[in-house]
Nanobody
Framework: EVQLQASGGGLVQAGGSLRLSCQTS????????IAWFRQAPGKEREGVSC????????TYADSVKGRFIISSDNARNTVYLQMDSLKPEDTAVYSC?????????????????????????WGKGTQVTVSS
């Protein structure tokens, strides 16, 4: 059974940092790309970042480039999202998701929410709140 669980959210002041973790089970990182999405109240879900170990692909939304870093620990089946220089507009529920369709540039397709590349599995989200 495929499972994903996000953790590490919390309340932080603007300019601070948080590291989110996505613990996965039931599948191999070779077969899936793992992505982070976020959704703020009243707003559409937004792709934040994605990593695919098998095709060595990582992608970031323009809104987080230079501030967030995604990484994976295949031995621990865990993907991390290091978030630095946080801003109040980063406040949202962050969820991790798995996408089975591996191909070149898969992460760009996932983060931009291209039709046909929606995640196959979702984990429960974790709240990130950035105060000003």
């Amino acid at each position: 059974e495929v499972q994903l669980q996000a953790s590490g959210g919390g309340l932080v002041q603007a300019g601070g940092s948080l590291r989110l973790s996505c613990q996965t089970s039931g599948f191999s990182f070779d077969d899936y790309a793992i992505a982070w999405f976020r959704q703020a109240p009243g707003k559409e879900r937004e792709g934040v970042s994605c990593i695919s170990s098998s095709v060595r692909d990582t992608t970031y939304a323009d809104s987080v480039k230079g501030r967030f870093i995604i990484s994976s620990d295949n031995a621990r089946n865990t993907v991390y999202l290091q978030m630095d220089s946080l801003k109040p507009e980063d406040t949202a529920v962050y969820s991790c998701a798995a996408v089975r369709r591996i191909r070149s540039y898969i992460c760009s397709l996932v983060v931009t929410r291209t039709p046909g590349y929606e995640p196959d599995y979702w984990g429960k989200g974790t709240q990130v709140t950035v105060s000003s």
